[in-house]
């Protein structure tokens, strides 16, 4: 399965920013950088550090579907890829569950449309080994300027 890491952010296009730094917790920074250099699988451990312990509904939920999108990926890495697009479809419902536009200052519907064009062929197919899997960009994220607020 080829992986194409995604670009090196340059300074002009960070991922985030100081006050993103402040604002948020650092399990969550941690996973956003882990993510994007294409360490998916310690994405997944930073992220559930942070879901494990006394978060609110919302963050919960929304961190329970970065963690599934990252674990598609690794899933791919690995070549499992009825493991990824399982992944993949609970990471979706997750994210229709939370009804956010924006949470944690992630656009979640572009990151949602970068996730889908990443990854809809896996249903393609009654089973995604049957298919071909082209060449994967995985989403980059980037947050969006404004702080928000999270419970």
């Known amino acids: 399965m080829n992986i194409q890491a995604p670009d090196e952010l340059t300074q002009e296009c960070l991922a985030y920013t100081d006050a993103h730094l402040l604002a948020y917790p650092v399990e969550y920074i941690a996973g956003i950088d882990l ?3 294409g360490e998916f699988h310690a994405a997944h451990d930073a992220w559930e550090d942070r879901w494990m312990g006394e978060v609110g509904r919302d963050e919960k939920l929304f961190l329970q579907a970065m963690i599934q999108s ?3 990926f690794h ?3 690995i ?3 009825g493991a990824a697009r399982q992944m993949y479809l609970r990471a979706t419902e997750k994210f229709e569950r939370l009804g956010k536009n924006v949470f944690m200052s992630l656009d ?3 990151y949602q449309e970068q ?3 990443a990854l809809s ?5 009654p ?3 049957d298919v071909a899997p082209p060449e994967i960009v995985p989403p980059t994220i980037r947050l969006l300027p404004e702080i928000g607020e999270y419970d």
């Open 121 to 125: 062929w896996l249903l393609t197919a």
């Open 127 to 129: 089973d995604p080994r």
């Open 108 to 110: 979640i519907k572009g």
């Open 79 to 81: 070549s499992r890829p």
């Open 115 to 117: 996730l889908d064009c």
């Open 75 to 77: 899933h791919l890495q």
């Open 35 to 37: 993510y994007n250099a």
């Open 70 to 72: 990252a674990v598609a």
